[in-house]
């Protein structure tokens, strides 16, 4: 899961890395009470989960009270990206001599950490890595081993920052590293990473993404959920354990397992439709399943046909049918569904279906055959 | 012939005791797998409808020369477990096991790198493996699959591998090994590691392997075909239409910044000489082909 850079901050500081002085709130008024116990000029911050902020007026800098209030009113509200902002981050003003760019994050290939650290922060990283590849320090982080200083000392020396940075840089990407392993991050980027001109080197921005798989680990992870950006579809299918994504289209795909289900999706693209949703029911395909998966796609206004596509492997034919047949007692379909039963005692299972069959509830042999119906009746 | 498991391969469940363990282990022993022992500390000898349990891997391992291992523990205690069997000996571990955290994969990958070299990983969160007619190890529906070869697969999705037995099954092609190597971040086994054994394998002649948008092991197993192998290659990958920076399902299966798109996989398997077919059913067929041919 991907935090705001407030949780950002507050996840870095829990670990020690200096981050400017700063609180979060939804009211103006807090705003200003915020910024006056700071002390000004403070910077107010949008708080969403998209890039791009600075540009779409997302983030001011206020000389006193007065400009706070202005700005406040201004970015709550705001949309950015399609993102409404309901979060802002007032946070004292920094000082910045120069701009650094550090992070760490698996290296799926070389199947280590990768951490990596340039003199030229505070723009698009991409950007830097192919324009100028060579103005970033990369260093492989072998988990076992952790990351030594000296490692780290030299990691840094080959990034060219100032030498006065050194030290303060050390030290922060010590502790990000710690941050990274301890904390199940999959990224830990701070971008820019300030030398403020007095000396001190500093982490003004924050972007944080948790590994959910870790969060047994972690309890005080659950505070996250309420800022995770929400689509209605997807939170309906997760409470049923149903993996989802929300796509635009008209198709609704229900597929057992995460490559089919993908492959679904491809196909009916293939054939001129446009999917409407990846949905992953999992292995099995029981009644209770499928009654939540059609359930889910029934609520999605912009569906007008359905195409379920399962595979059965240890499941078998018979049970899938049957449970397709149950769950659409137990909802009111609106849309047709197309069905492609394949896999073990597939004869058995679609033989069960056949009597049921009407221009409600059709199948199809292939996968292509079964994608090419539903897109007919989707566009029909 | 086939790779990795065989029908002398013995298997210790580590959570056999478990409703998961249990029901595959025992679909395992049917199929014809040796599952000659389970593990759970509180359980030592007691037995899971004749298959003995003990309290660690050591011991299971002492008493019946098991040589491979089979975890269905809940992800919290999977890194404990792949060390606790490799520690014991173990060569061939598989972890069917999903939700492992990234950073215990990262972890219990390097460790055996470093201290276990002769231990081969397989998984977390994959289907197992299975050498149709010899051994089945893992959730993979073992009737799916025709024994005997010319074909090997290689698949990075659970249910597009069995498909794909599936489909080979239907044109009659044998299969001498399917190694399902899991849609995780940091598989124990890759693509690559199973392009070899395949290659180096005399009973496999032509290898299907299915991809997966996300990281690059398909361009670097791509990579690998064109400089090492002479065996004919057909491939799909999922995901072509994959929105950018969506999950869909697999914490692998993630698209950003242009790189790992299933255009580009596609693109790098084609120019190494891989037949690639546009869903599965199309990429049976071109093996169906290729095994015509060979």
């Known amino acids: 899961m991907d935090l705001l850079e407030y949780q950002g901050k507050q996840f870095f500081a829990s670990y020690g890395i200096p981050v400017s002085d700063g609180e979060a709130t939804s009211s103006v008024d807090e705003a200003v009470a915020i910024a006056d116990r700071i002390g000004y000029p403070v910077v107010v911050k949008a708080q969403v989960h998209t890039g791009g902020r600075g540009k779409a007026g997302g983030v001011k800098l206020a000389a006193d009270a007065e400009e706070c209030r202005t700005h406040a009113t201004n970015i709550l509200g705001l949309d950015i990206k399609g993102h409404i902002v309901e979060i802002i981050w007032v946070e004292r003003a920094s000082d910045i001599a120069e701009e650094y760019y550090a992070s760490f994050t698996l290296d799926r290939s070389a199947k280590k950490y990768l951490g990596m650290l340039s003199a030229e922060g505070g723009v698009e990283i991409e950007a830097v890595a192919e324009e100028n590849p060579d103005a970033i320090a990369r260093i492989h982080v072998d988990p076992v081993e952790g990351l030594s200083e000296e490692a780290c000392r030299a990691w840094v020396a080959a990034a060219n920052l100032n030498p006065q940075a050194t030290e303060g840089a050390v030290d922060i990407l010590m502790k990000l590293y710690t941050a990274y392993v301890d904390g199940d991050a999959d990224l830990v980027e701070i971008n820019p990473l300030i030398l403020k001109p007095t000396g001190e080197v500093h982490a003004l921005d924050a972007k944080v993404s948790l590994d959910g798989n870790a969060i047994y680990e972690h309890p005080d992870y659950a505070q996250y959920d309420a800022t995770q950006p929400r689509d209605e579809r997807e939170e309906a299918a997760n409470e049923k354990g149903l993996q989802y994504v929300g796509l635009e289209g008209s198709v609704g795909v229900i597929a057992n397992g995460a490559g089919l289900a993908m492959s679904t999706v491809d196909v009916v693209n293939q054939v001129g439709g446009k999917p409407a949703n990846f949905l992953d029911i999992g292995g099995g395909a029981n009644a209770d399943v499928m009654a939540g998966a059609l359930e889910v796609i029934n609520n999605d206004p912009e569906v007008k046909s359905i195409l379920i596509n399962i595979f059965g492997g240890i499941t078998r034919g018979e049970e899938v049918a049957n449970g397709i047949l149950e769950a659409m007692k137990r909802v009111t379909i609106d849309a047709p569904i197309v069905i492609r039963l394949d896999g073990t005692n597939a004869t058995e299972g679609r033989a069960i279906l056949e009597p049921e069959l009407d221009d409600k509830l059709m199948m199809e042999p292939t996968m292509l055959d079964a994608a090419r119906r539903a897109v007919e009746l989707a566009q029909g | ?294």
Not at chain 2, 55 to 66: D, F, I, L, M, P
Not at chain 2, 103 to 129: M, Q, S, V, W
Not at chain 2, 171 to 188: A, H, L, R, S
Not at chain 2, 217 to 240: D, H, L, Q, R
């Open chain 2, 1 to 294: 012939m086939s790779i990795f498991v065989d029908e002398n391969t013995k298997v210790v469940y580590q959570g056999l005791t478990g409703s998961q363990g249990r029901y595959y282990g025992l679909l395992n022993r049917d199929y014809g797998t040796q599952v000659v022992a389970g593990t759970n500390p509180k359980k030592a000898g007691t037995d899971v409808d004749g298959i003995p349990v003990y309290a660690n891997v050591a011991e299971a391992r002492e008493a019946t020369g098991a040589n491979a291992s089979c975890i269905f523990i809940p992800a919290p205690g999977v890194k404990s477990a792949v060390l606790e069997a490799a520690e014991a000996g173990i060569e061939f571990i598989v972890a069917i096991t999903e939700g492992v955290p990234a950073h215990d994969e990262a972890y219990f990958y390097n460790k055996l790198k470093a201290d276990f070299p002769d231990t081969r990983l397989l998984g977390p969160n994959c289907p197992g493996i299975i050498s149709p007619g010899k051994a089945n190890i893992g959730i993979t529906a073992g009737h799916i699959a025709k024994e005997g070869g010319p074909v090997g697969i290689v698949s990075r999705s659970g249910t597009l591998t069995y498909q794909a037995l599936y489909e080979l099954k239907q044109k009659d092609i044998g299969v001498t090994t399917c190694v399902g190597i899991g849609g995780d971040p940091v598989p124990g086994t890759s693509f690559i590691d199973c392009l070899r054994a395949f290659e180096a394998d005399p009973a496999t002649r032509a290898v299907m392997m299915i991809g997966e948008i996300g990281g690059s092991a398909e361009e670097e197993a791509a990579e690998f075909i064109k400089s090492s192998m002479t065996k004919p290659v057909a491939s799909y990958v999922a995901g072509v239409t994959a929105p950018p920076g969506k999950k869909m399902g697999h914490a692998g299966a993630i698209v950003s910044g242009g790189k790992g798109t299933a255009q580009a996989k596609m693109e790098a398997l084609t120019d190494a000489g891989v037949r690639v077919g546009q869903n599965p059913t199309e990429a049976g067929e071109l093996m169906a082909e290729i095994v015509a041919g060979l």
